[in-house]
């Protein structure tokens, strides 16, 4: 739910040219959502004309094979057909003015025979070495997934007992700082907390960073699991006296998961956590960030049509063999008979389908869709303290916070605190509109109002 897709250069490629000589290294920035990544072409002459590869160092990829290199009347053109990336521009003055495409997206981009730098991003909030407090690297067993996850603890000294909170990161991948656009929200608010005297435990997710297993088959529950693993381990450390979860977006659904089937965590805090279906909450943040990215109404009805179509042909499902026949077909007709621009070029329909089937198919998203967390949050009996941001586009706060507020009513908690704050995204950050796309552009990592509210709850807790 913080995860914007954006399709780059994480995949595969390949090119060549003609004409003069342009052989050498070229290099280029490509710039999307605040995310700087640099490219590299490197270009050699062969006897039919020129030959590249592509680099990605920035996510260390290198030695790509490019599929067609092309060049003529200055203009150069790569191509990178298992990737859909082209890349079209015009030599100038020994610099390539052009356009980078994949996936249907344009982006500027242009490319120089000088090395590129990439600006410094400012996040004024993120701890430098060496820290005022206790920090050790650590690893804990998963034993009913067989797996050894990886992370660091941090405590407010070496020696002393103190309360300790495990951080539960948002979906898809994850490290232990939940490092995003630029952003380590994770280390900022592990900082925080243990400079005001509690410990945090923070760690890899599952198949990230030194972390083992395999992320991509895993759903909400199996990440309940590796924080049960996290609980478990801190029960053997002779530092920690009472443990609470923290847990942002995703990790606000599974947070309850636990609490409510273990005696041994005092208190939870729920960082834009749902509190209605899966279903439900992909069905507004689809409206809302498409509103705040200027799609008009009636393309976003059309859209919500479609996509409560879709979601009710998986939350209706019970055979993995009809789901995938029964969504085939029905995005094949969608689109048969809607515009061009529902997919992007370059790419066959049944590739297209093929593609939207098995994201809609995951294990991950097939959970997700048809997760209600309200019958776990009945269960919670610690105390809870639940924030969200006033312009959170992700998980929308009155009808999550209202539907969190209902669950602990019904299930008799007594002990919860309910608060919207205001002008925050669903990062936590002052913002001006909401929208993910504003992420990246932002200094702030973490409000401080939302660091002092969630700490000063977590005080009253552990007194």
Not at 154 to 175: A, C, D, E, Y
Not at 229 to 254: C, D, P, Q
Not at 294 to 321: M, R, W
Not at 418 to 427: G, M
Request: proline share 5%; charged share 25%.
């Amino acid at each position: 739910m913080k995860t914007i897709l954006i399709l780059l250069i994480t995949l595969f490629s390949s090119f060549s040219l003609t004409a003069q000589d342009i052989t050498g290294q070229w290099n280029g920035l490509l710039k999307v959502q605040g995310i700087q990544l640099r490219v590299v072409f490197n270009v050699s002459k062969t006897d039919d004309g020129y030959q590249s590869t592509m680099d990605s160092p920035d996510q260390g990829a290198k030695g790509i094979p490019v599929t067609s290199t092309t060049f003529e009347n200055n203009l150069i053109k790569f191509e990178v057909a298992s990737a859909k990336i082209e890349y079209l521009g015009e030599l100038k003055d020994n610099e390539i003015i052009g356009t980078f495409k994949q996936g249907g997206q344009e982006f500027p981009m242009n490319l120089s025979g000088k090395a590129i730098e990439k600006a410094v991003v400012k996040r004024p909030q993120e701890p430098t070495k060496p820290y005022p407090y206790y920090c050790e690297d650590v690893t804990f067993k998963n034993t009913k997934a067989d797996i050894t996850l990886s992370g660091t603890l941090t405590l407010p000294q070496n020696k002393g007992r103190f309360p300790v909170v495990i951080l539960i990161s948002g979906s898809g991948p994850q490290n232990r700082d939940e490092e995003l656009l630029g952003h380590k929200p994770f280390l900022v608010i592990s900082d925080y907390l243990t400079k005001n005297g509690i410990g945090v435990l923070r760690y890899d997710d599952r198949g990230v960073g030194q972390s083992k297993g395999t992320f991509k088959s895993a759903t909400s529950a199996d990440f309940a699991t590796d924080v049960e693993s996290a609980v478990a381990y801190l029960k053997t450390r002779n530092e920690v006296t009472k443990i609470g979860l923290i847990g942002h977006s995703e990790g606000g659904l599974i947070a309850p998961m636990v609490a409510s089937q273990s005696e041994n965590v005092a208190f939870i805090v729920l960082l834009a956590g749902p509190g209605i279906q899966g279903d439900q909450i992909l069905l507004l943040q689809q409206k809302l960030i498409g509103k705040a990215t200027g799609i008009s109404d009636e393309d976003l009805q059309k859209n919500e049509i479609i996509n409560k179509k879709t979601f009710e042909i998986v939350t209706k499902s019970t055979n993995p063999d009809q789901l995938n026949s029964d969504l085939t077909n029905y995005l094949k007709q969608i689109l048969k008979d809607g515009p061009a621009e529902q997919k992007p070029e370059g790419i066959s329909d049944d590739e297209f389908v093929q593609q939207q089937v098995e994201q809609i198919t995951s294990p991950w998203m097939q959970y997700f869709l048809k997760y209600d967390p309200a019958p776990a949050l009945e269960k919670v009996k610690c105390p809870v303290l639940a924030l969200n941001g006033e312009k959170d586009l992700q998980v929308p706060p009155n009808e999550n916070l209202g539907a969190i507020k209902e669950a602990l009513t019904k299930g008799g908690n007594k002990e919860f605190t309910i608060k919207e704050l205001p002008n925050l995204n669903h990062l936590f950050q002052e913002c001006k509109t909401g929208s993910p796309l504003e992420y990246a552009t932002l200094e702030q990592t973490f409000s401080p109002i939302a660091l002092e509210e969630m700490t000063m709850w977590i005080k009253l807790q552990t007194e």
